[in-house]
């Protein structure tokens, strides 16, 4: 990989060219220590996998830091039981500083067997590395580490670096956050780098500009003392299942858009757009089967809410009796749009469901945790000093602007913090990524331009600065 031509004065090429040959040699370096940390089976939920992978994985992060340097490198206890991980790397003397933000906390491998390869083994398949967590987010903080890497080599880096790695993230407990807000010093920075989206494309240059906000819930809901014979009572006895199924179903125009009663659908989006057909190949959706709503694809997953079941607890099929069923519960998640508030929007979608469950059937609601969306500056002089620095490691692709549907919580809270911080999200988690599924794989050609970019960034950041 060499810098193009708009690197700018021959000095500055050449110096752009052996930051990219010095990420190219530490590939393999980048290769192993990943591997080491997508074995940690660092789920942080203890109904599913030991705290202890959580703390190994914490502890790792910990470990490569000062290997690298940084002082007041900490395991920091967060409110939520979960630990996050700092360091500081000082700088130049009033040089800004940057925090550099990933995640160790992964989700979890679902169902094993459907996994080419073992998910907690990083395996290389037809030109990606596949184990859970390899792009999200623990590719992540080898990105950040190679960029520093790179700029140490070649004489030091230029600015004063912060490094957070959390370990709630996936849970949306808000460890990390709770934690910031009562020690507001610890992460102030002038910019902050998140390295937890993706790129539109492999191969395409991409920041992200919106994150919608994001509310998990658990929802219940009860109709008898106990299961009953569905021969003997069925039919005039409540069936708290067929309850929830409606009660869940109310959500769902008939278009299957998300409709909550008193929630604005969102205020449209104007940046770049999502082909129909593009979307549909990287969704996988199966040949005749229409997609959901009548917006565009880009409206609909980066500026409008969306409500997912993401489980329900019920009989299996296999093993299930003819019984009426006394109770049932499901996992929710709702996804709230730039410029709404999530606590309203979570109280209207509680208030809605409380009020379309059928039959007077007794239900509940749980807030399990919650995240605001976030909507970046692109404007600022940070972006500017990302755009040039793409460019160069994409060999003169022009930065391009997009939104994610996902929720990264921590980011609201830190512009709340640092109102004049500067907040870019970056990172390895393009469409064949395939985050939060099964085979989630990484593209190591992109782990290899993002850690390019990253150190061409910092560079150039502290100059302007």
């Known amino acids: 990989m060499t810098p193009s031509p708009a690197a700018g004065s021959g000095e500055q090429a050449s110096g752009d060219g052996e930051i990219a040959a010095t990420v190219s040699g530490l590939m393999p370096q980048a290769r192993a220590e990943l591997a080491e940390l997508v074995a940690f089976r660092s789920v942080a939920d203890p109904a599913q996998f030991p705290v202890s992978e959580c703390e190994a994985a914490a502890k790792w992060v910990a470990g490569a830091l000062r290997s690298e340097g940084f002082q007041d490198v900490a395991v920091l206890d967060t409110p939520d039981g979960t630990q996050s991980v700092y360091g500081l790397l000082p700088g130049p003397e009033g040089a800004p500083t940057v925090l550099l933000y990933a995640h160790y906390d992964v ?117 008898l003392e106990g299961n009953l014979h569905s021969g003997q009572f069925g039919g005039a006895a409540p069936d708290a299942l067929a309850a929830l199924i409606r009660t869940l179903d109310s959500v769902r125009a008939p278009d299957g858009s998300t409709v909550i009663d008193g929630m604005e659908p969102g205020a449209g989006w104007d940046g770049l757009e999502y082909p129909e057909a593009d979307f549909r190949r990287d969704a996988r959706v199966l040949d005749g089967v229409a997609l959901t709503g009548s917006a565009s694809v880009a409206e609909s997953i980066w500026a409008r809410p969306s409500v997912t079941v993401l489980g329900i607890d019920c009989p299996p099929v296999v093993g299930a009796t003819a019984s009426v069923q006394a109770s049932a519960r499901a996992a929710v998640s709702l996804r709230v749009p730039p410029g709404a508030d999530t606590e309203k929007a979570t109280e209207l979608l509680i208030s809605h469901l409380e009020s379309h469950v059928p039959w007077g059937a007794r239900i509940s609601v749980e807030v399990v945790g919650q995240g605001q969306p976030f909507r970046a500056d692109t404007g600022s002089p940070a972006y500017k000093a990302m755009a040039d620095a793409l460019r160069i490691a994409y060999d003169g692709e022009e930065m391009q602007i997009a939104g994610q549907g996902g929720s990264i919580p921590l980011c609201d809270t830190l512009a709340s913090l640092y109102p004049q911080a500067e907040i870019l999200l970056i990172g390895l988690s393009e469409p064949e990524a395939q985050i939060h599924a099964v085979n989630e794989s990484v593209s190591p050609e992109e782990l290899e331009r993002l850690s390019v970019a990253e150190a061409l960034f910092l560079q150039r950041y502290a100059r302007r600065a």
């Open 107 to 223: 989700q979890p491998p679902l169902d094993e067997d459907a996994w080419h390869t073992p998910p907690f083994t990083l395996t290389e398949r037809e030109g990606r590395w596949y184990g859970r967590g390899a792009a999200d987010c623990k590719g992540g903080i080898i990105m950040h580490l190679l960029a520093l890497r790179a700029l140490r080599a070649g004489g030091g880096v230029p600015v004063t670096v912060k490094f957070i790695a959390e370990g709630s993230e996936e849970q949306g407990t808000g460890g990390l956050q709770r934690y910031a807000e009562a020690h507001p010093q610890l992460l102030t920075a002038d910019t902050i780098v998140i390295g937890d989206t993706g790129n539109f494309r492999a191969g395409l240059p991409t920041v992200t500009a919106t994150l919608r906000g994001m509310a998990a819930l658990q929802v219940r809901v009860e109709t």
